[in-house]
């Protein structure tokens, strides 16, 4: 069964640190894994997309890693801002069918302190 | 930001109403989605489209219905709410095959009592 599945389910750390998030998924065929930010009450916002021979990408302060053999991904951010406040969502696509199918992950529900 | 719409944002209704979640974008884009989202829980596709007249039922099933008669816009509807309907519903969008970005609208927040 394909899944996607995101550790911790929450985390609150202080401004101004570091924070890893964690996804393990275990769809197949594989195309593309992404990071998305969700703010409460909005649409999700796209942070980097990595293809299979990718293994590291960065945007801005976020920087993702994707180790396709293990079938994981994780999602760096780098000096914590409270606009970082949100679910950060990993989502994966296989390679199948037109579609291009998404599977989401539940989320990871970050909270910065000041 | 992307130029993708929903209205209402937010709706609350009785049960046994018709509703319409409207979604519309400016991009061109052929391929539109319909997720459902209950709060703490991973995002449910319920309907997605290739294009104009082309409409499929996604994983979760789902009581609403879809149409897509113009590429820009991607209405769904529910004949009768229940609160079993109620939930937060997201529509995306993305140009074409590949790997390209899905745009994200802002959500309706639906609320059957």
């Known amino acids: 069964k394909n899944q996607v599945e995101q550790s911790p389910q929450s985390l609150i750390i202080l401004e101004g640190k570091n924070c890893t998030l964690q996804?393990?998924?275990?769809?197949?065929?594989?195309?593309?894994l992404r990071w998305y930010k969700q703010d409460t009450g909005r649409g999700p916002v796209s942070l980097t997309i990595?293809?299979?021979?990718?293994n590291t990408k960065s945007n801005g302060r976020y920087t993702a890693t994707l180790d396709a053999d293990t079938k994981q991904s994780s999602l760096h951010i780098t000096a914590s801002q409270l606009s970082d406040s949100a679910s950060y969502i990993c989502?994966?696509?296989?390679?199948?069918?037109?579609?291009?199918?998404?599977?989401f992950g539940r989320g990871t529900q970050l909270t910065v302190w000041p | 930001e992307a130029d993708i719409y929903q209205t209402p944002r937010y709706l609350v209704i009785g049960t046994g109403k018709k509703i319409t979640l409207e979604c519309s974008q400016t991009?061109?884009?052929?391929?539109m989605y319909w997720y459902q989202q209950d709060p703490g829980m991973e995002l449910h596709l319920i309907h997605y489209?290739?294009?104009?007249?082309?409409?499929e039922k996604g994983d979760l099933s789902s009581e609403s219905t879809v149409s897509r008669i113009r590429t820009e816009h991607f209405p769904l509807t529910l004949e009768s709410a229940r609160p079993s309907h109620t939930s937060q519903y997201l529509c995306?969008?993305?140009?074409?095959?590949?790997?390209?970005?899905?745009?994200f609208g802002p959500g309706t927040r639906l609320t059957v009592t």
């Open positions: 995306a969008s993305i140009p074409g095959q590949g790997l390209y970005e899905q745009y």
């Open positions: 990595m293809t299979f021979s990718e």
């Open positions: 996804c393990n998924y275990t769809v197949s065929p594989f195309s593309n």
């Open positions: 489209s290739y294009g104009v007249n082309s409409t």
């Open positions: 989502v994966v696509s296989d390679r199948g069918s037109t579609l291009g199918r998404l599977y």
């Open positions: 991009m061109g884009h052929d391929k």
